[in-house]
Protein backbone atom coordinates (compact mmCIF):
# COMPACT_ATOMS: atom_id res chain seq x y z
CA UNK A 1 0.00 0.00 0.00
CA UNK A 2 2.99 2.61 0.68
CA UNK A 3 4.72 1.85 -2.93
CA UNK A 4 1.43 2.29 -4.33
CA UNK A 5 0.76 5.72 -2.35
CA UNK A 6 4.12 6.74 -2.94
CA UNK A 7 3.76 6.36 -7.08
CA UNK A 8 0.28 8.44 -6.71
CA UNK A 9 2.37 10.99 -5.15
CA UNK A 10 4.75 11.13 -7.88
CA UNK A 11 2.32 11.04 -10.30
CA UNK A 12 1.19 14.61 -8.62
CA UNK A 13 4.51 15.59 -9.22
CA UNK A 14 4.63 14.52 -12.78
CA UNK A 15 1.64 16.65 -13.55
CA UNK A 16 2.84 19.67 -11.52
CA UNK A 17 6.52 20.06 -12.91
CA UNK A 18 6.00 18.55 -16.46
CA UNK A 19 2.67 18.77 -17.80
CA UNK A 20 2.12 22.90 -18.10
CA UNK A 21 5.66 22.81 -19.53
CA UNK A 22 4.83 20.35 -21.91
CA UNK A 23 1.84 21.78 -22.90
CA UNK A 24 3.31 25.33 -23.21
CA UNK A 25 5.86 23.91 -25.69
CA UNK A 26 3.60 22.18 -28.00
CA UNK A 27 0.70 25.36 -28.12
CA UNK A 28 4.08 27.74 -28.73
CA UNK A 29 5.23 25.66 -31.56
CA UNK A 30 1.36 25.34 -33.09
CA UNK A 31 1.11 29.10 -32.57
CA UNK A 32 4.60 30.24 -33.41
CA UNK A 33 5.96 27.87 -36.14
CA UNK A 34 2.36 26.79 -37.24
CA UNK A 35 3.09 23.08 -37.11
CA UNK A 36 4.16 21.09 -34.36
CA UNK A 37 7.77 20.74 -34.25
CA UNK A 38 8.86 17.17 -34.62
CA UNK A 39 12.33 17.80 -32.51
CA UNK A 40 12.08 16.18 -29.05
CA UNK A 41 15.76 16.71 -28.19
CA UNK A 42 15.66 17.68 -24.43
CA UNK A 43 11.52 18.15 -24.40
CA UNK A 44 11.35 16.55 -21.17
CA UNK A 45 14.05 19.00 -19.60
CA UNK A 46 12.69 21.79 -21.38
CA UNK A 47 9.61 21.32 -19.89
CA UNK A 48 10.49 21.08 -16.37
CA UNK A 49 12.38 23.76 -16.54
CA UNK A 50 9.64 25.99 -18.22
CA UNK A 51 7.40 24.35 -15.57
CA UNK A 52 9.60 25.72 -12.96
CA UNK A 53 9.14 29.19 -14.28
CA UNK A 54 5.94 28.85 -14.11
CA UNK A 55 5.10 27.62 -10.76
CA UNK A 56 8.03 28.80 -8.55
CA UNK A 57 6.61 32.33 -8.68
CA UNK A 58 2.78 30.98 -8.17
CA UNK A 59 3.94 29.32 -5.16
CA UNK A 60 5.64 32.09 -3.59
CA UNK A 61 3.38 34.33 -4.15
CA UNK A 62 0.40 32.28 -2.60
CA UNK A 63 1.50 29.92 -0.30
CA UNK A 64 -1.81 28.21 0.42
CA UNK A 65 -2.31 26.33 -3.40
CA UNK A 66 -3.47 22.88 -3.21
CA UNK A 67 -2.09 20.81 -6.27
CA UNK A 68 -5.39 20.99 -8.37
CA UNK A 69 -5.16 25.05 -7.98
CA UNK A 70 -1.53 24.91 -8.94
CA UNK A 71 -1.65 23.03 -11.35
CA UNK A 72 -4.65 24.96 -13.17
CA UNK A 73 -3.18 28.27 -12.54
CA UNK A 74 -0.09 26.74 -13.95
CA UNK A 75 -1.60 25.70 -17.30
CA UNK A 76 -3.65 29.15 -17.90
CA UNK A 77 -0.64 31.44 -16.98
CA UNK A 78 1.17 29.07 -19.48
CA UNK A 79 -1.53 29.08 -22.22
CA UNK A 80 -1.28 33.05 -21.87
CA UNK A 81 2.09 33.69 -21.85
CA UNK A 82 2.42 31.31 -25.19
CA UNK A 83 -0.53 33.98 -27.01
CA UNK A 84 1.09 36.97 -25.91
CA UNK A 85 4.82 35.65 -26.63
CA UNK A 86 4.09 34.67 -30.05
CA UNK A 87 1.97 37.76 -30.99
CA UNK A 88 4.99 39.87 -29.91
CA UNK A 89 7.62 37.90 -32.16
CA UNK A 90 5.39 38.18 -35.21
CA UNK A 91 4.58 41.77 -34.73
CA UNK A 92 6.57 44.00 -37.73
CA UNK A 93 7.85 45.90 -35.13
CA UNK A 94 9.81 42.75 -33.72
CA UNK A 95 10.49 41.64 -37.59
CA UNK A 96 11.82 45.01 -37.95
CA UNK A 97 14.15 44.89 -34.81
CA UNK A 98 15.41 41.35 -35.76
CA UNK A 99 16.46 42.53 -39.15
CA UNK A 100 18.19 45.32 -37.97
CA UNK A 101 20.24 43.02 -35.74
CA UNK A 102 20.80 41.23 -38.73
CA UNK A 103 18.61 37.98 -37.36
CA UNK A 104 16.64 36.35 -40.05
CA UNK A 105 12.68 36.15 -39.49
CA UNK A 106 11.70 33.70 -37.49
CA UNK A 107 8.23 33.59 -37.26
CA UNK A 108 7.16 33.84 -40.94
CA UNK A 109 8.42 31.27 -43.86
CA UNK A 110 10.62 32.13 -46.17
CA UNK A 111 8.40 33.89 -48.62
CA UNK A 112 7.36 36.16 -46.27
CA UNK A 113 11.11 37.20 -45.95
CA UNK A 114 11.17 37.26 -49.97
CA UNK A 115 7.97 38.77 -51.05
CA UNK A 116 7.14 42.13 -49.72
CA UNK A 117 2.99 41.75 -49.94
CA UNK A 118 2.60 44.93 -48.20
CA UNK A 119 4.66 47.40 -50.29
CA UNK A 120 4.58 45.14 -53.38
CA UNK A 121 6.41 42.96 -55.21
CA UNK A 122 7.63 42.81 -58.87
CA UNK A 123 8.27 38.95 -60.28
CA UNK A 124 9.82 37.69 -63.31
CA UNK A 125 8.65 34.06 -64.06
CA UNK A 126 9.80 31.53 -66.17
CA UNK A 127 8.07 28.40 -66.15
CA UNK A 128 9.66 24.69 -67.10
CA UNK A 129 8.94 23.68 -70.69
CA UNK A 130 7.73 27.24 -71.58
CA UNK A 131 9.62 29.83 -73.54
CA UNK A 132 7.91 32.87 -72.68
CA UNK A 133 8.68 34.70 -69.65
CA UNK A 134 5.83 36.24 -67.65
CA UNK A 135 6.14 39.41 -65.60
CA UNK A 136 3.71 41.18 -63.39
CA UNK A 137 2.97 42.44 -59.69
CA UNK A 138 2.97 39.20 -57.19
CA UNK A 139 -0.45 39.87 -55.70
CA UNK A 140 -0.61 36.82 -52.65
CA UNK A 141 0.79 33.41 -52.48
CA UNK A 142 -0.62 30.16 -51.06
CA UNK A 143 1.44 28.16 -49.27
CA UNK A 144 -0.50 24.41 -49.19
CA UNK A 145 0.10 21.82 -46.91
CA UNK A 146 2.04 19.21 -49.26
CA UNK A 147 4.56 21.29 -49.41
CA UNK A 148 3.32 23.01 -52.81
CA UNK A 149 3.75 27.07 -53.06
CA UNK A 150 1.28 29.12 -55.19
CA UNK A 151 1.82 32.62 -56.69
CA UNK A 152 -0.51 34.85 -58.24
CA UNK A 153 0.55 37.84 -60.13
CA UNK A 154 -1.70 40.43 -61.48
CA UNK A 155 -0.88 43.70 -64.27
CA UNK A 156 0.63 40.56 -66.31
CA UNK A 157 3.18 41.18 -68.87
CA UNK A 158 4.04 37.75 -71.74
CA UNK A 159 7.62 38.28 -72.93
CA UNK A 160 8.16 35.68 -75.99
CA UNK A 161 11.21 34.41 -76.51
CA UNK A 162 11.35 36.89 -79.53
CA UNK A 163 11.32 39.75 -77.45
CA UNK A 164 7.94 41.12 -78.15
CA UNK A 165 5.43 42.25 -75.40
CA UNK A 166 1.91 41.13 -74.57
CA UNK A 167 0.24 42.91 -72.21
CA UNK A 168 -2.75 41.30 -71.11
CA UNK A 169 -5.95 42.91 -69.13
CA UNK A 170 -5.90 44.17 -66.10
CA UNK A 171 -7.85 41.94 -64.33
CA UNK A 172 -6.40 38.92 -65.46
CA UNK A 173 -4.02 36.75 -62.77
CA UNK A 174 -1.98 34.37 -63.12
CA UNK A 175 -1.04 31.37 -60.47
CA UNK A 176 1.87 29.41 -60.87
CA UNK A 177 3.08 26.37 -58.88
CA UNK A 178 6.56 27.21 -58.13
CA UNK A 179 7.17 23.39 -58.19
CA UNK A 180 6.68 24.11 -62.31
CA UNK A 181 8.74 27.09 -62.05
CA UNK A 182 12.35 27.54 -63.47
CA UNK A 183 13.56 30.90 -62.41
CA UNK A 184 11.67 33.38 -60.28
CA UNK A 185 13.32 36.68 -60.06
CA UNK A 186 11.82 39.13 -57.13
CA UNK A 187 11.95 42.65 -56.96
CA UNK A 188 10.57 45.34 -54.67
CA UNK A 189 7.68 47.39 -56.17
CA UNK A 190 9.34 50.34 -54.81
CA UNK A 191 12.50 50.45 -56.79
Given at each position: ????????????????????????????????????????????FKSIIL???????????????????????????????????????ESDCMQ???????????????????????????AEVKVK???????????????????????????????????????????????????????????????
Open positions: LMDILAIVDSMTILLKYFIPGAICIKLFSFLYYRTEISDCDYFVSGIIIYPLETVYTQWNDFALFTASIIIGVLMCLVISKILEFLQKLHIRKTSRCFWDDVIDLKNGSYDDSNLYLGYVEYYEEKMEGDIYISISELTIRTNTGEKCSQDSNVRLIFNTANVERLILKSAKK
